[in-house]
């Protein structure tokens, strides 16, 4: 399949994250997905390296996914999430909840990552004034943490071309340091070092004082600055300093949820249960844009039993939230990840992966290795300036055949869960090919 491609048409559409005039020099067009493959207008078929955005563990192209979209367009396009609800909505939430830990029961929907993250944080607030204290207002965020483009998320965010062009944002926001250290490189899984960075948190209560401090959001694994994965014992830490302060603990799970890490949650994967968590992406295996935010029990009741009977208790919710054609995505999804042992399925094919990802170790380019479950890192050599070598060795792997996701000199990999053997060996041949020549 072939699309007419002509530099006029290519004038008007403001390109997110990307490097818009250089796109226009060559433009890398997707017009066709299956599986784990891409096509390009030059009918050149390209491997998935990286589940499009981390969204789709079943492959592109379910038929179940988009015929359950169809029907519910035909059937109830649209309908007002305010004051009305649809079967699907309901349903859903029953769906995320049997998934999310004990004691995580309340669902509310948004339509992205960066939605689900204000969301978390507006509640966080709104939970602490409903619960008498007011005054907790802080935001702790952390260094390298990517928690979406809204003022929220940059807020606590940690990557600084993501904030330096948008002025301060919110006021009241401190950051942990991140947990990329020398003395893990090339370390599968979680290093043994750097726990003791989660007593950041505490050197926070001691400087601001316990009951200034809202929540610590943080991502399980930091997924977008190049696959952190967090030292051992280094969430759990986090989980009993908040506890003993009594600060909300929100896990960014927009990258990690649905099975990612081989359990459903990163909560699962490592033991940890926060108060919130926050996903998008493989809720619909990217199909519609959706997102959630989810909450300890205790977090709703508070806040819904201290508006008065009958009337509304959140002053807060999107046109689109839980949009009827997202909601049967996420319902055929989420049927498809239980029928299929999705979760299984990938946990199955992360050692071989893993094994593949860190035997690049060898190449000279090639500085630190990273990797848990089906997503690994690899930090390039520095080229000319920060990020040169990474968009131009994203720019070699297309014309090599990989459509991967590059994050300044760093590659991120993360293969959808039916990937096969073979998929994977040609993923890290191809690889290999283009990096041993940089
Ligand atoms: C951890 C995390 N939070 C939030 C987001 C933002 O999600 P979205 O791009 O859907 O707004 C992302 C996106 O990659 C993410 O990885």
Not at 29 to 38: I, M, P, Q, Y
Not at 72 to 85: E, H, V
Request: aromatic residues 8%; negative net charge; glycine residues 10%.
């Amino acid at each position: 399949m072939t699309v007419q491609v002509s530099p006029n048409s290519l004038d008007n559409y403001w390109m997110p994250f990307t490097a818009n005039r250089d796109f226009r020099q060559d433009p890398r067009l997707l017009v066709r997905a299956e599986g784990v493959s891409f096509w390009n207008h030059r009918g050149d078929r390209l491997l998935d390296a990286c589940s499009g955005l981390f969204c789709v563990p079943l492959g592109h192209g379910r038929r179940e996914i988009t015929e359950a979209v169809a029907t519910q367009l035909a059937t109830l396009d649209f309908a007002p999430p305010f004051q009305y609800g649809t079967p699907g909505a309901f349903e859903l939430a029953r769906r995320v909840a049997a998934l999310t830990p004990n004691g995580l029961d309340h669902v509310f929907f948004t339509n992205s990552g960066s939605e689900s993250v204000e969301t978390a944080m507006k509640i966080a607030l709104a939970y602490h004034r409903a619960n008498g204290e007011p005054q907790r207002q802080r935001f702790i965020g952390r260094e390298r943490g990517y928690h979406g483009v809204n003022f929220g998320g940059i807020s606590v965010g940690g990557m600084v071309k993501n904030r330096e062009a948008f002025g301060s944002a919110l006021p009241v926001v401190s950051h942990l340091r991140h947990t990329h250290l020398d003395a893990n490189r090339m370390t599968p899984g979680q290093g043994a070092h750097g726990a003791d960075l989660a007593d950041d948190l505490q050197r926070f209560v001691d400087l601001h004082g316990a009951t200034s401090i809202a929540a610590c959001i943080v991502e399980p694994v930091a997924g977008s600055t190049g696959v952190l994965v967090p030292p051992k014992g280094y969430l759990e830490r986090l989980r009993a300093i908040c506890d003993r302060h009594g600060i909300l603990l929100i896990f960014d799970e927009v990258i990690t949820g649905f099975g990612r890490l081989g359990p459903a949650f990163g909560a699962q994967a490592f033991g940890v249960t926060p108060d919130i968590m926050t996903m998008a992406k493989a809720l619909t295996n990217g199909a519609i844009p959706m997102g959630a935010a989810v909450f300890r029990n205790e977090i709703h009741d508070t806040i819904v039993n201290s508006a008065p009977a009958g009337t509304i208790e959140l002053f807060h919710g999107y046109t689109y939230s839980a949009h009827p054609a997202a909601c049967a995505a996420g319902n055929a999804t989420l049927a498809l990840y239980e029928s299929e042992g999705t979760f299984a399925q990938g946990a199955a094919l992360a050692p071989y992966f893993q094994e593949q990802l860190f035997a690049l170790a060898d190449l000279p380019v090639v500085r630190d290795i990273r990797g848990l479950g089906l997503l690994g890192g690899i930090d390039l050599a520095q080229g000319e300036g920060p990020g040169t070598r990474g968009y131009e060795t994203l720019k070699r792997l297309f014309a090599a055949g990989l459509v991967t996701r590059v994050t300044a000199d760093t590659l991120i990999l993360a293969p959808a869960f039916v990937m096969a053997r073979d998929d994977v060996d040609r993923l890290f041949e191809t690889l290999r090919d283009v990096l041993g020549t940089i």
